[in-house]
């Protein structure tokens, strides 16, 4: 049985396996370090205080659309790194994500569709560690936040979709052609300068703009700085678009996945 929502039903099928093996993921990230899972703290901390000071003491950067200060800036830039980050975790470890787990290919009774659920959930925990050190920021730069900043989560599940969808089409289809693993480096690089991260979309000319609509991050991306950083409400009709696709891409990669994992075991 694999229906659309299955997408769903396999985490709360699997949720134990899919917790435990998340823990393990993100611990599993810093054993042996000093600070720990602290660093999950740390690492976006201190790229925010670098970006400050690059693109606000430095540089004396400011957004075109908004005309904010040099703080406004580097939280425009952090934001949409942010997202960026969530979808290039899943994008990079994707191609490893079956060829890593031999001995569950050979479980039978193992859901590999587990698998990609895991992965998100250690880039869902790092996007939310991040989203709250861009809270203290600004609450620090601002003395508030907008309290349009309750629509978060639901523009980070929107975007869990397409990483879902990443994992189980991607991990499937490396398991037969090892070249994908070399070409996801440059993916993720194509996907952040095809973004409005560094600058924003009217800056290009207007008929190369819907160009960057092909990239999943986008539209997050500004719908993100529109309610946490602007105060503005979601595009709901956009939104309500953007999830229905993520939904029907989920599904036709986890269709792929179940399809061929039968396979996987002979390759492996």
């Not at 949409?80 to 994500?97: D, N």
């Not at 992965?119 to 508030?144: D, E, K």
């Not at 946490?228 to 595009?235: A, F, Q, S």
Request: hydrophobic fraction near 55%.
């Amino acid at each position: 049985r694999i229906d659309p929502v299955y997408v769903f039903e396999s985490l709360f099928r699997h949720r134990f396996i899919v917790t435990q093996l998340s823990k393990r993921a993100i611990y599993g990230r810093y054993r042996g370090t000093i600070l720990g899972i602290l660093w999950s703290l740390i690492t976006p901390l201190l790229m925010l205080a670098i970006y400050t000071f690059v693109f606000g003491s430095v540089l004396k950067i400011r957004w075109p659309d908004q005309g904010g200060g040099q703080l406004e800036f580097a939280a425009i830039l952090f934001s949409g790194m942010l997202i960026h980050s969530m979808l290039a975790e899943c994008l990079m470890q994707a191609p490893t994500l079956i060829a890593s787990n031999p001995q569950y290919v050979k479980k039978v009774i193992f859901p590999l569709e587990a698998l990609p659920w895991v992965t998100l959930a250690s880039a869902l925990f790092q996007a939310l560690i991040s989203t709250l050190i861009l809270v203290g920021y600004l609450l620090i730069s601002n003395g508030s936040v907008h309290w349009t900043i309750i629509y978060t989560p639901i523009l980070l599940l929107a975007l869990a979709l397409y990483c879902l969808g990443v994992g189980w089409l991607i991990a499937s289809a490396a398991v037969f052609l090892k070249d994908i693993a070399q070409v996801m480096g440059l993916l993720s690089t194509v996907l952040f300068f095809m973004a409005p991260i560094l600058y924003p979309k009217s800056a290009l000319p207007i008929t190369i703009q819907p160009l960057l609509n092909l990239n999943p991050i986008t539209f997050v991306i500004e719908q993100f700085r529109g309610v946490v950083l602007w105060g503005h409400h979601p595009d709901w009709f956009g939104l309500g678009v953007y999830i229905l696709a993520g939904m029907v891409f989920a599904w036709f990669a986890l269709l792929f996945f179940q399809k061929t994992r039968r396979g996987f075991a002979d390759v492996l």
